[in-house]
């Protein structure tokens, strides 16, 4: 079993900048990709960035040129730039690995002045 826990959000203003971090435990068996999702009220979750386990990344256009997605062993990053009201959303850290697929509990992240 995996546990994935985030941290990291927050309140910004528009244009400001913030983190959020994601650490998973347990035991990863072959891991296959690590991501990013959000769900803003009254929206699906939506894919934000994705890392596979060779380093190949994938961003959602809405945030291309703004979030940096990163990872360090089993720990997994997202930076956020030039954030928008529309960026505002609980932010869910998303692991896949051979034996099944797990959430974190999801950190809120709000953009506002």
């Known amino acids: 079993q995996v546990q994935l826990v985030e941290s990291g959000g927050g309140l910004v203003p528009p244009g400001g900048s913030l983190s959020v971090s994601c650490t998973a435990s347990g035991s990863i068996f072959r891991l296959i990709q690590m991501a990013w999702y959000r769900q803003a009220p009254g929206n699906e979750r939506e894919l934000v960035a994705s890392?596979?386990?060779?380093?190949a990344i994938n961003y959602a256009d809405s945030v291309k040129g703004r979030f940096t997605i990163s990872r360090d062993n089993a720990n997994l990053y997202l930076q956020m730039n030039n954030l928008r009201a529309e960026d505002t959303a609980v932010y869910y850290c998303n692991l896949i690995d051979a034996r099944s697929r797990y959430w974190g509990q999801g950190t809120q992240v709000t953009v506002s002045s």
């Open positions: 890392i596979n386990s060779g380093g």
